[in-house]
């Protein structure tokens, strides 16, 4: 994939100071950032972590959700280490987009879980894909990586995109009264690798 001019800078942040990038898709127009800490062009396996958007999560702290949990604990792993790559896509609420999420999050109130709120609007479960996240860790020469994430469709969508995943490590965040059923439900209908619920 030709990203073009892919812009770059430096991004200090809370936890350490990052370089940031960005990239967009030229055939679907997506676009998508990477922090990135260290030179992830080594021999060694990179500490990768693929996070899609999630608004409610990762600015407005939703309690929905572990996803802004997920981010802070994955953005301190990288920084921790001193090499790694946080890719942000924008593939709000499992790539459905935010207005279909909030969508799902009414039917969710009226007793609907997460996946059957999705597929009550037309869509799948998990309407991600990696193909972009892919070509991102190309790009910036991670072909081997150590991925923190509790999704085994995350592990297979990158395998297939030609990305060596020699390690998952398990993110787990530990449930509150609000996210128990949500978590449930990602590791009863999703197969999510989940140990607290």
């Keep these: 994939m030709n990203f073009g001019k892919v812009p770059r800078a430096k991004l200090p942040t809370r936890v350490g100071e990052f370089t940031i990038y960005g990239f967009r ?18 021999k060694v396996p990179v500490l990768v972590r693929i996070h899609s958007q999630c608004l409610t999560g990762d600015v407005f702290s939703s309690d929905r959700c572990d996803c802004g949990d997920q981010l802070s604990a994955a953005m ?9 790559i946080i890719v942000y ?14 969508h799902a999050y009414e039917l969710q109130d009226q007793g609907l879980d997460t996946v059957a709120a999705n597929e009550e609007l037309g869509f799948e479960a998990d ?10 860790l190309k790009y910036l020469g ?56």
């Design 25 to 42: 898709d030229p055939e679907s127009g997506e676009e998508a950032v990477a922090l990135v800490a260290g030179n992830p062009r080594t």
């Design 76 to 84: 301190r792993l990288v920084a921790e280490a001193g090499l790694g």
């Design 89 to 102: 896509q924008q593939q709000e609420g499992r790539g459905i987009g935010l207005i279909n999420k909030i």
């Design 127 to 136: 309407h991600r894909e990696y193909r972009l996240p892919a070509e991102i």
């Design 142 to 197: 991670a072909s081997r990586i150590r991925l923190p994430s509790n999704n085994p469709q995350k592990v297979s969508g990158l395998e297939s995109e030609g990305i060596y995943v020699e390690e998952r490590i398990p993110l787990e965040i530990s449930p509150r009264s609000s996210t128990k059923h949500y978590l449930r439900t990602k590791k009863e209908k999703l197969g999510h690798l989940l140990s607290k619920v």
